[in-house]
């Protein structure tokens, strides 16, 4: 079955410290990663995605991701947190073999950034 | 901004009633998504359209059904509602060029509160 995890349902990071919050991801074909990130009472904002090409992607705000083939996962990381990235994080998945209209979702990850 | 707008923002209701989501999609955008988001079930996929016609389903109930307009926008049509469907709905939409790979922009949402 195709799925991703978020094995931690909340990060805490101090303001100016590097951020790390993980995904790791289970498909049949080629995977296409994405990052989203949701503030409260808002929708999703795209803010990455692996296609193809070079393992370390970098998207908006800052925050960058990288692919990791041989341990399936899609981590994102930001090299200094600020408070205003304290926001639910999703990451979702799509294969291009089977069920590839669908986009599979993560729990998501609720990051705090403290002052 | 994501350009995608939804209507109403807020819908609250009765068990067995009946009601309608709207969502006009990004300028140029073809295909539309439906996702629901729970606190139990996370964020789930529910319908694709593009220009029109169904392109894929997910985890949609049978009392649930979605339309595409020839303008665009879409619908989602919820009936004989139970307590269990109180959740955020949202809407997405992409340029349906890319396929699997499209990045999809959200909506703001439709908190529907099934009393």
New interface residues.
Partial sequence: AQSVAQPEDQVNVAEGNPLTVKCTYSVSGNPYLFWYVQYPNRGLQFLLKYITGDNLVKGSYGFEAEFNKSQTSFHLKKPSALVSDSALYFCAVRAFKYNFNKFYFGSGTKLNVKP | D?G?TQTPKHLITATGQRVTLRCSPRSGDLSV?WYQQSLDQ????LI?YYNGEE??K?NILERFSAQQFPDLHSELNLSSLELGDSALY?C?SSDGTS???D???????TRLTVL
């Fill in positions: 994501s995608v998504y996370g964020l789930q996929f694709q392109r894929a997910g949202f997405a396929g699997v790979t990045t999809q922009y959200f909506g703001p949402g």
